[in-house]
């Protein structure tokens, strides 16, 4: 599939050929795609205790600078709540407070509250991922996240990850490339 040395010494096949391992958002947001990109999408099981990036990378050789962090950040303006997610290097860490808060337009910005989070994607913690968000969420993506061959991310699980190109991701509904998200 193309997706080594992201996946390290997990064994992808493709995505939608194991939707048990992935969250149902997570199914619909890939059969959505041209059937090319779907396709490009693989996925693995994993030990779901080890679903945690660094904890990750370390058991399965995958390289931290090919693994990228999914996170819910929220704030509000004139009494509407706003919601983006953010895709970053785990290598960096998004830039809540500067570029997101200026991008949803929001006074201050902070990460979402896990329940609120788990319950509004319909994903695990741990697990939450570009694919499947609600419908007018922006997706940030980091430049530099769409540049990298290929990536691995949440698949909305912890039992599992996603391995894709990179620049799957700026194909998602409500996404949107920005340099210097991840710091």
């Not at 947001?29 to 904890?55: E, F, N």
């Not at 991008?103 to 570009?130: C, H, N, Q």
Request: with cysteine.
């Amino acid at each position: 599939m193309g997706l080594e040395p992201a996946a390290g010494t997990l064994e992808p096949v493709p995505a939608l050929d194991r939707p048990d391992l992935l969250a149902g958002p997570v199914v619909e947001a890939l059969k959505a795609l041209p059937a090319d990109l779907a396709a490009s999408c693989g996925v693995a099981a994993i030990d779901p205790d080890l679903a945690d990036t660094a904890a990750f990378c370390e058991a399965y050789s995958s390289p931290l600078e090919l693994s990228a962090n999914c996170v819910v950040v929220t704030g509000s303006r004139s009494g509407e709540q706003r919601f983006a997610a953010c895709v970053v290097l785990a290598t960096t860490r998004a830039d809540v407070n500067g570029v997101v808060r200026k991008r949803i337009d929001v006074r201050k910005a902070s990460f979402a509250p896990m329940d609120l989070a788990v319950e509004l994607t319909g994903m695990e913690y741990g697990g939450i991922t570009p694919f499947g968000l609600p419908v007018g969420w922006a997706v940030l993506v980091d430049a530099a996240v769409l540049a990298a061959p290929a990536v691995v991310v949440g698949s909305g699980i912890r039992g599992s990850k996603l391995v894709v190109p990179g620049s799957v991701l700026d194909r998602l509904p409500g996404a949107e490339a920005l340099e210097r998200l991840g710091r």
